[in-house]
């Protein structure tokens, strides 16, 4: 018998490595690593645990990446709705953002969208935002993981002026971080629309010299396309492919607003691509065609955006209506199915980040990042297939437990590193503030 830290028993595993739902298999854990996965009675012959824990009614899965977050606009959660995106940034979101966002905002506001995170199930996050040492040290509190982008974007804010000042401070952040276990930096030009020809020729040489993912808006909106036009006499993603930052580095995020030029451009430059169901169409945004672009062999991940334009960090929620709006749009009820759209909010997540040797999926020798869902519910019986459980029935409310790098930050829906009263008086305070 080998001694390993720990066993998790699940009557339910779907591991995101094979396309199928595993019965009464285990967990291994040593070390803060998945050392084996197996039938419950073939671990129990071969290993001892110092803790073996067994999850009768539960289904344990990878955990989800939310793959386009903006963390600190928790705050502005419900502020302003129901606007149309320039109208939303110029008149609301920008003006609310100079006016209030300080390290103090962002490190509370950070700390309140990772314990709604946690809550929901999600292990990884990858966020654009301002003062990035405030949302590393909310990582640190939480024992989280996630991507923080140096953003650069020509609209001032409280932690810089212009595009120079956002690379200097966002570099000095990732000499800063650069050998944290849980955090990854990338560089984070904010839109096509608000960097210029100069920085984002800058960002590529950054990006390539020191092997950073590029994570940016690309082709949210009309507006976006005819400000291209306009300005550039060309579309967004032509732009970006003549600079030369269309490839695999470059997180796409949105790809709505897809001509057939476009998708050339996506097809042959391969960048990871991050769809945003709900934020797409509570903004009116458009629609990424999700359905095609993975037909042409591009990864798709998926995230939720910040909670003003959600307005929740709901990887569930997310999940269902990224399948059901695939299926919508493609008259298809077949596109799209339940263990896919599992992929999308996992592994896919990690490949986008160039994280997928670490995390995303259940496999020997990962950080033992996963989860458990308890099935157990009025809204989840009777029990056919877990898979489509999880996409189409379930509710975030029903992530039991979590775990990030061998550590259970969620047990029984108890947080073990946060103060979740703390989190709520401070969320109640700040809106006090921006309301007076
Ligand atoms: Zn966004």
């Known amino acids: 018998m080998e001694k390993v830290d720990e066993i998790i028993q699940a009557k339910w595993m779907i591991t995101c490595e094979e396309k199928k739902v595993l019965e009464n298999h285990s967990l291994v854990i040593d070390k803060n690593l998945i050392k084996d996965i197996l039938p419950i009675e073939l671990a129990a012959q071969k290993y001892s645990a110092t803790h073996i824990e067994h999850f009768a009614t539960h289904v344990v899965l990878p955990g989800f990446i939310n793959t386009h ?9 419900g502020l302003a709705d129901d606007l149309a995106l320039m109208d939303w940034l110029n008149n609301y979101i920008w003006p609310a953002e100079k006016k209030w966002v300080s390290q103090e905002f962002v490190h509370d506001a950070s700390l309140f969208a990772i314990a709604e995170m946690i809550r929901g199930g999600s292990i990884c996050f990858n966020d654009m935002y301002f003062f990035l040492q405030q949302t590393a040290k909310a990582v640190d509190i939480s024992g989280i993981r996630g991507a923080i982008g140096m953003t650069v974007i020509n609209v001032p804010t409280a932690w810089a002026k212009n595009p120079d000042e956002y690379l200097a401070k966002g570099m000095e952040f990732f000499q800063e971080y650069k050998n944290h276990p849980r955090i990854l930096t990338t560089i984070a030009p904010h839109g096509p629309y608000t960097v210029d020809d100069e920085h984002l020729l800058q960002i590529k040489k950054i990006a ?92 798709i991940a998926l995230g939720t955006d910040g909670a003003a334009s959600n307005n929740d960090l709901d990887m569930v929620g997310e999940m269902r209506s990224a399948a059901f709006l695939t299926k919508h749009t493609t008259e298809n009820p077949a596109t799209q199915p339940a263990l896919d759209t599992i992929y999308m909010a996992t592994i896919n997540g990690a490949k986008a980040l160039g994280l997928e040797n670490i995390t995303g999926s259940l496999k020997k020798g990962k950080s033992a990042d996963f989860i458990a869902i308890n099935l157990d519910d009025i809204e ?57």
């Not at 977050?69 to 959660?77: D, G, I, V």
């Not at 960048?271 to 672009?293: D, F, Y």
């Not at 877990?386 to 990030?404: G, T």
């Not at 550590?407 to 109640?428: M, N, P, Q, S």
Request: net charge positive; proline share 4%.
């Open 69 to 77: 977050t903006h963390l600190a606009m928790n705050y502005f959660r």
């Open 208 to 299: 390539e010299d020191n092997n950073l993912k590029i994570n940016m808006h690309v082709h949210e909106t009309k507006d976006e396309i005819q400000h291209s036009l306009k300005n550039y006499q060309m579309r967004p993603l032509a732009r970006l492919k003549k600079l030369g930052l269309v490839s695999p580095r470059l997180i796409a995020i949105h790809a709505c607003q897809l001509n057939e030029e476009d998708i050339k451009i996506l097809t042959d430059g391969k960048p990871q691509i991050v769809h945003c169901p709900e934020s797409n169409m509570k903004l009116a945004s458009g629609t990424c065609p999700v359905a095609r672009l993975h037909s042409l062999g591009l990864n």
């Open 380 to 436: 989840t019986r009777p029990l056919y297939h877990a898979d489509s459980q999880v996409v189409y029935a379930a509710s975030r409310n029903q992530v039991s437990d979590v775990w990030v790098a061998g550590v259970r930050l969620l047990k029984k829906r108890e947080f073990t590193t946060l103060d979740e009263e703390a989190i709520k008086t401070k969320a109640r305070n700040w809106r006090n503030k921006i309301m007076s």
